[in-house]
């Protein structure tokens, strides 16, 4: 990426998205279609669980890659109704910040972006799955990130993003 923004002024910070794709998916229902006729007729609530994870790597060159990891389990019981993953990837060109925003950008910003693409496609995998539609909320990357800093600054085990 060139030290020149796109109005001539060199040493401008920059932040640019390159590319937003999907890194790897998967989907699986190890009990259908069994497990159809049980959530039917139990009165059992589902449990869904919800991992998050990112990590980012430097790919030289002002390009950083940022994968975004949601991991969605769902149970019935001791039976897993279906699990969902996506890992949604994002190619950021970003030059000219400081030290401690670069590492905000990554872990807050970029995951911001690509989460509501992550989420479509596990809404998708799991209605395509034929199971109820689930919408997952809003996650506050901005939060976790000043969670993450605060613990680090703390000195206490931080619940990391990176995975």
Known sequence: MADVSANGQAGQPQLVLQKIYIKDVSYEAPNAPVIFQEVGETE?????????GQKSTDMGNDLYEVVLSLTLTCSLGDKTA????????????????????????????CPNLL???????????????????????P?????????QQRR?????AAPTLNS
């Open 139 to 147: 996650i506050n990357f901005d939060a976790l990130y000043a969670e």
């Open 44 to 52: 059992q609530q589902p449990q869904v669980q919800l991992n998050l």
């Open 152 to 156: 680090i600054l703390s000195g206490s």
């Open 82 to 109: 279906y699990l969902a993953e996506v890992h949604q990837a994002g190619v950021f060109g970003i030059a000219g910040f400081p030290e401690d925003d670069l590492a905000g950008i990554l872990n807050s910003y």
């Open 115 to 137: 989460f509501p693409y992550a989420r479509q496609m596990l809404s998708s995998l799991v209605l395509e799955g034929g199971f109820p539609p689930f919408l997952l909320q």
